[in-house]
């Protein structure tokens, strides 16, 4: 018996699925992970990159497994039964390739979520990992003792109301947050510049040093607007960021202005594309054949709301954000 953890959407694991990106090729057409990983290479220009072990765990769950899915403050788990499918519709959500398990729920049918703050720290540390899956092993005793509590004193389930409220609220306040943004009713400053700004800010929370770039650096297409490092004992990241305040979808511009730069031939770095809006399957086909990274809106509002309470009071103000207690009723 396996134990994974797995980011999964809630609409999906509310129909008792978790699902697995890589919308090009169907994993429940493959008898093994080595033929999904051929067809994938054959599919995608880059091929799979780091992410075979992913590939693997995800594939070769068998009926009896344990999942587990990162919720806000909680987390679910559920038994795999191992049927696969695949629902092109979920391209989007990066989980198309999907695998039924049947989630632990209250007695009125909702999912049952287990709190974080009940968990080990260890545990709770390891669902900080930021991977699409990961691996569960060190803590199956910790997860067996919870699915024999759930079954034999139905433990767990008093939270799992006050959690959904609070899920409920988070996912309301994300959305109005993103609309405020790509509408324009933000205070932000006009022109992109404050949307660069949160950016940095951002960065600098996360422990990186950053510095936006002029405007009009080169004469040809070729632009950065944030450039951003972090150096510690073992390991240097080096960050080359576009940013666009755009709403609906991004065309590919940005991307190209992405591709054009080159300046850094001495220096290893990740190139981002962080933008408000949504882009097109071309477009994200276009940045993963550049091996540019990217962050849409929705995900740049998760990154926002993971660092609220340490970004500025001036910041907050710009955005709207007041914090007050709220009554769950």
């Known amino acids: 018996m396996k134990a994974i953890m797995i980011r999964s959407p809630m609409s999906v694991v509310e129909k008792d699925q978790i699902g697995y990106g890589w919308a090009k ?79 632990f729920r209250t007695n009125n049918g909702h999912i049952l979520r287990i709190p974080r703050k009940s968990l080990t720290q260890g545990f709770e540390s390891r669902l900080k990992v930021r991977k699409s899956n990961t691996n569960l092993t060190d803590f199956k005793d910790e997860i067996t003792r919870i699915i024999d ?78 450039i951003a490092s972090r150096i510690d004992r073992f390991s240097e990241s080096n960050l080359l960021i576009q940013v666009k305040h755009h709403a609906n979808i991004s065309g590919s511009h940005g991307l190209k202005q992405l591709m054009a730069f080159n300046d850094f031939e001495d220096m290893e770095y990740q190139k981002w594309f962080i933008t408000t809006a949504d882009m097109t399957d071309s477009s994200l086909d276009l940045a993963s054949q550049n091996n540019i990274r990217v962050m849409v809106g929705s995900d740049f509002i998760d990154w926002v709301y993971e660092n609220i309470s340490d970004l500025s009071y001036a910041t907050k103000q710009q955005l709207g954000i007041i914090e007050i207690p709220l009554l769950l009723k």
């Open 25 to 103: 090729v169907d994993f429940s057409e493959h008898e093994n992970a080595t033929d999904v990983i051929a067809k994938i290479n054959e599919e995608y220009p880059n091929g799979i990159g780091r992410h075979s072990n992913s590939i693997k765990r995800f594939f070769n769950l068998t009926t009896g497994d344990i999942v587990v899915v990162p919720l806000s403050k909680a987390i679910a788990i559920g038994i795999v039964n191992g049927k696969k499918s695949f629902d092109q519709n979920l391209a989007k959500a990066k989980a198309c390739n999907l695998i039924s398990v049947n989630f």
């Open 149 to 226: 509590s759930i079954k034999s004193t139905g433990a767990y389930k008093q939270e799992t109301y006050l959690l959904e409220k609070i899920s409920e609220a988070e996912q309301k306040f994300k959305k109005d947050l993103l609309d405020s943004i790509t509408s324009g009713t933000t205070w932000l400053s006009a022109g992109g510049n404050g949307l660069e700004q949160l950016v940095k800010e951002l960065l600098v929370i996360e422990g990186y040093t950053a510095t936006i770039q002029p405007k009009n650096q080169s004469s040809d297409i070729s632009d950065i607007d944030i």
